[in-house]
């Protein structure tokens, strides 16, 4: 595709609920990253992948937290027993190299109520 | 820790007014530096970085910034502002020598007047 496609754009849960966000990044591109945007803040650091393996996962919150990428491509971001402190808008994004620059996706916006 | 601070969090501007947009970085060794920006309904966009070299950076759209280590600061600037630039702006520092691990600051949210 043109750019990175996050899907679904926006996900309403119930507390206590499991969901899966899905970030397909740009064809080639080997490095893929995760980003938390709350309301009000700039876009915090959750993990970057490069190819299949994630390279740095350190800014996962905890352990409800887990982020896959299992053929170097498509990425999924999981997150059990969501609690309404996970509301915000997940970015992804994705670059030929590290050195290369990173392209946003619009992102998908996680309420859970 | 690494930190960024963009010190205003609303900014108005005249259309065909300068530009200065504020960043302070927080960061031991050389930084990588970079300004977003993020307009409704569109994901964020690299405005320009800098990596290393001459310390004032020729982005898109018109704008620069200038890195000034002594000040810790990469301010953003155009000499005249359009009403297609209101939006929200990003500065961040790179901690690991690229993008893989961004630390961004809270925002400056600029508002264009006619």
């Known amino acids: 595709g043109a750019g990175v496609s996050q899907t679904p754009s926006n996900k309403v849960t119930e507390k206590g609920k499991y969901v899966e966000l899905r970030c397909d990044p740009i064809?080639?591109?080997?490095?893929l990253y995760w980003y938390r945007q709350s309301l009000g803040q700039g876009p915090e650091f959750l993990i970057y992948?490069?190819?299949?393996?994630?390279?740095?996962d350190s800014g996962l919150p905890n352990d409800r937290f887990f982020a896959v990428r299992p053929e170097g491509s498509v990425s999924t971001l999981k997150i059990q027993r969501t609690e309404r402190g996970d509301s915000a808008v997940y970015l992804c994004?994705?670059?030929?190299?590290?050195?290369?620059?990173?392209?946003f996706g619009q992102g998908t916006r996680l309420t859970v109520v | 820790a690494q930190s960024v601070t963009q010190p205003d969090i609303h900014i108005t501007v005249s259309e065909g007014a300068s530009l200065e947009l504020r960043c302070n970085y927080s960061?031991?060794?050389?930084?990588?530096l970079f300004w977003y920006v993020q307009s409704p309904g569109q994901g964020l966009q690299l405005l320009l970085k800098?990596?290393?070299?001459?310390?004032l950076v020729q982005g898109i759209k018109g704008f620069e910034a200038e890195f000034k280590r002594s000040q810790s600061s990469f301010n953003l600037r155009k000499p005249s502002v359009h009403w297609s630039d209101a939006a929200e702006y990003f500065c961040?520092?790179?901690?690991?020598?690229?993008?893989?691990?961004?630390?961004f600051g809270t925002g400056t949210r600029l508002l264009v007047s006619p």
């Open positions: 994004a994705s670059s030929l190299t590290f050195t290369a620059e990173a392209f």
């Open positions: 064809s080639g591109h080997t490095a």
């Open positions: 992948f490069q190819g299949t393996g994630a390279a740095d």
């Open positions: 960061y031991g060794a050389t930084p990588y």
């Open positions: 800098y990596f290393s070299g001459d310390t």
């Open positions: 961040a520092v790179g901690v690991t020598g690229g993008f893989q691990k961004l630390v």
